[in-house]
Each structure stands twice: as C-alpha cells, then as structure tokens.
C-alpha cells in the first residue's frame, strides 16, 4: 500500500528478503510480483548460482546481496561475497551489499552500492566512529584510559575530534551522546563524510534509516553541516 501511494519519489525499492532464508525471500518477491510491484531482488543465503543469475537477467540489472552484515569481516563471508559479485557481473548485473559498510571491503569489492546502519551507533552504543585522515577513528562514551587523571590523549586522537568540533570533555556529557548532541551529530557527520569518500571509488554507501531510529533529527542537523562538501 505504501509503495502504491508513494513509490514514485523512490528511484527503486528492494525486496522484503528473510535473512539466510532463501526460499522465504522467494515467496514474498513472487507475493509482491504479483501485486503489480517490482522490486530489486535480494539474494540470501541457500539459494544457487543459477537462481542468482536468473535475478539479473529477468529482475536485474541490480540485485542485493545479503545474509552478511553480522560477520562481514570473516575470511569465509568475504570469500562468498566475491563469488556472488562474479556472478552478478559475469551475467551483467551490478550489486547492492545489504549492511556492508567496511572500508577495506568496499575498496576491495567495489560493488555498484551498499548500506549500513551503523551511522546511528552513537547513540545506539556508546560508540563514536569519525572519518578522519582516510581512515576510522573510534571513541567511547567511557574507558578506563579516559577516567584516568594525567593521561594524555593521542594528538591524532585529539585532532581527529577537532575536526568535528569536538573536545574530550564532549564524550564525558551524557546528553551529547543522544538527540542532536554535538558527539551524536559528529558521529553522523562522520558516516556523512565517509560515504562522500568512498564515493569516488564509484560506490554509493547508503545510510540506511528505520523510522524508530532516534537518531533521524540529528542526521538533519549533520546534514545541513555537510552538505556544502557535496555540492
């Protein structure tokens, strides 16, 4: 009903897959078919090589890749993702990773697109994530090493949050952590910056966004702070 109402300000929407449910992704892609919608495939864990080709040549040119966001960084999800995007590209499709947001992944991938939810670990965590000097830099809402008197900070630690506007007192106040707190806005502000980068490599990361997420104010405060490296 959504999709009927308001589909046509989406540029495409995606299956609604069951992860590591191959044959349950089927059925709901085959239910929304035959309602007259169209939506990206998703490929999930269980289903053959043939069955992925066939996305690209009868649903494609895009189709999504999931069942990996919990361990993206194991030898072995890595190897699946290689051969799934052979695939897809062997059959002249492009690929959308499902929560795969990994620098060194999307570098060595290259896939066409991917999306992540971690923008809103801030807030969700405790975990500040910031893009600094082309690589990640991650703080804590609390550590050990922070509640010790006398112990200075790593300057490139302490210029990686200057960037941002931010200071370590900053991690210390509770309420900046949530909201449209400075630390909740910066660590938005990062992902901003880190999709703005890898998106020279030709990959659009995708922010993705549910609408429980508490952090959705806060990614309007740090997009109007970002935007004017976009344009």
Same mark, same amino acid.
């Given at each position: 009903?959504?999709?009927?109402?308001?589909?046509?300000?989406?540029?495409?929407?995606?299956?609604? &897959?069951?992860?590591? &449910?191959?044959?349950?992704?089927? !059925?709901?892609?085959?239910?929304?078919?035959?309602?007259?919608?169209?939506?990206?495939?998703?490929?999930?864990?269980?289903?053959?090589?043939?069955?992925?080709?066939?996305?690209?040549?009868?649903?494609?040119?895009?189709?999504?890749?999931?069942?990996?966001?919990? $361990?993206?960084?194991?030898?072995?999800?890595?190897?699946?993702?290689?051969?799934?995007?052979?695939?897809?590209?062997?059959?002249?499709?492009?690929?959308?990773?499902?929560?795969?947001?990994?620098?060194?992944?999307?570098?060595?991938?290259?896939?066409?697109?991917? &999306?992540?939810?971690?923008?809103?670990?801030?807030?969700?965590?405790?975990?500040?994530?910031?893009?600094?000097?082309?690589?990640?830099?991650?703080?804590?809402?609390?550590?050990?090493?922070?509640? !010790?008197?006398?112990?200075?900070?790593?300057?490139?630690? $302490?210029?990686?949050?200057?960037?941002?506007?931010?200071?370590?007192? &900053?991690? %210390?106040?509770?309420?900046?952590?949530?909201?449209? %707190?400075? $630390?909740?806005?910066?660590?938005?502000?990062?992902? @901003?910056?880190?999709?703005?980068?890898?998106?020279?490599?030709?990959?659009?990361?995708? @922010?993705?966004?549910?609408?429980?997420?508490?952090?959705?104010?806060?990614?309007?405060?740090?997009?109007?702070?970002?935007?004017?490296?976009? $344009?």
């Amino acid at each position: 009903d959504f999709l009927r109402e308001h589909g046509s300000r989406f540029r495409w929407c995606i299956n609604l &897959d069951v992860i590591g &449910d191959a044959a349950a992704s089927r !059925r709901n892609l085959d239910a929304l078919h035959a309602v007259g919608l169209r939506p990206v495939p998703g490929f999930q864990r269980g289903g053959s090589a043939d069955e992925l080709r066939r996305m690209v040549q009868e649903h494609g040119p895009l189709v999504c890749i999931g069942g990996v966001s919990k $361990t993206p960084n194991a030898h072995a999800e890595h190897d699946y993702m290689v051969q799934c995007l052979r695939i897809v590209r062997d059959a002249g499709g492009e690929a959308h990773l499902l929560g795969v947001s990994g620098a060194a992944q999307l570098r060595a991938l290259l896939p066409t697109a991917a &999306d992540s939810s971690s923008w809103n670990n801030a807030a969700r965590y405790g975990n500040l994530h910031l893009w600094y000097g082309g690589k990640w830099w991650r703080y804590c809402k609390r550590s050990k090493q922070q509640a !010790r008197r006398g112990v200075r900070p790593a300057p490139n630690r $302490t210029r990686g949050l200057a960037a941002y506007g931010l200071t370590w007192a &900053d991690l %210390g106040e509770a309420k900046s952590w949530y909201g449209t %707190g400075r $630390t909740a806005v910066a660590n938005i502000r990062g992902w @901003m910056r880190f999709t703005h980068h890898i998106l020279k490599g030709n990959v659009r990361l995708h @922010m993705a966004i549910h609408s429980s997420y508490q952090g959705m104010d806060a990614a309007l405060v740090a997009w109007e702070q970002e935007k004017h490296a976009w $344009t």
